[in-house]
């Protein structure tokens, strides 16, 4: 059985991400798409478009079927265990960016303290 939240929006969880140089933005609601905006684009022509991201150029795709054709919900979890045992067979560093496990358990913890002062209604400490 499902609930209605909010009435016109499924599933509706939207990542921004902001620079100097332009923005990306994902909606899960849109998964095979992107919108991004570049400054470095003509002047006349600035402004956020929609990247469909099923070309064999992006990655994971090549493993998947034709361009055009989008992959669903359950695939990022194929994407995750193919980049898991990759990172394993080649001796590689799984986290993005040099992020670690503790980075991870941080994030935990931030979270955790977040949902006890939502909870208890007051603020809460995060110690390091």
């Known amino acids: ?3 209605v939240v909010c009435a016109g929006r499924k599933n509706y969880e939207r990542i921004e991400i902001h620079g100097t140089e332009g ?3 994902f909606n899960l609601e849109r998964l095979n798409e992107l919108e991004i905006y570049s400054s470095k684009d003509p002047a ?10 099923t070309e064999p150029a992006h990655p994971y795709m090549k493993n998947w079927w034709g361009p055009g054709h989008v992959i669903g919900w359950e695939h ?3 994407h995750e265990i193919y980049h898991l045992v990759n990172c394993i067979a ?16 941080r994030n935990n913890q931030i979270l955790e303290a977040i ?14």
């Open 90 to 105: 080649t001796d590689s560093n799984v986290a993005p960016y040099g992020a670690t496990f503790y980075d991870g358990l």
């Open 76 to 78: 990022t979890f194929t």
């Open 115 to 128: 949902a006890e002062a939502a909870g208890e209604e007051r603020w809460t400490g995060c110690a390091p």
């Open 23 to 25: 923005s990306i933005l």
């Open 44 to 53: 006349d022509r600035r402004g956020y478009r929609t990247v469909l991201v």
């Open 1 to 3: 059985m499902f609930f």
